[in-house]
Nanobody, 124 residues
Framework: QAQLVESGGGLVQAGGSLRLSCAASGRTFSTYTQGWFRQAPGQEREFVGGIIGNSGATYAADFVKGRFTISRDNAKNTVYLQMNSLKPEDTAVYYC?????????????????WGQGTQVTVSS
């Protein structure tokens, strides 16, 4: 059974950095698009960014451009979200997801596989 597991969340001060990892098992996702979403308390889950299978091209929401970077290690079947210059408003549970039927999806319904999420808290 395919599974995605996030790690790397934690507490960091504003201006700091964190790197989240999303390890896949049970299936190889390198040929598919994998994405990151986040959900802050009381808010809807929102798209953060994604990396397209095969090409490795990345795309991201405007609010993280220049601060967050997505990468993938195909040998480890793992996707990363490097977050720099973190702000208190980045505080959320971060989820990784995988889509097998869409090229550059940004909506939740387009993703079939989801991790359990990892908490990121940015203090001011």
């Amino acid at each position: 059974q395919a599974q995605l597991v996030e790690s790397g969340g934690g507490l960091v001060q504003a201006g700091g950095s964190l790197r989240l990892s999303c390890a896949a098992s049970g299936r190889t996702f390198s040929t598919y698009t994998q994405g990151w979403f986040r959900q802050a308390p009381g808010q809807e889950r929102e798209f953060v960014g994604g990396i397209i299978g095969n090409s490795g091209a990345t795309y991201a929401a405007d609010f993280v451009k220049g601060r967050f970077t997505i990468s993938r290690d195909n040998a480890k079947n793992t996707v990363y979200l490097q977050m720099n210059s973190l702000k208190p408003e980045d505080t959320a549970v971060y989820y990784c997801a995988a889509a097998t039927r869409w090229l550059a999806p940004t909506e939740e319904y387009q993703y079939e596989y989801w991790g359990q999420g990892t908490q990121v808290t940015v203090s001011s």
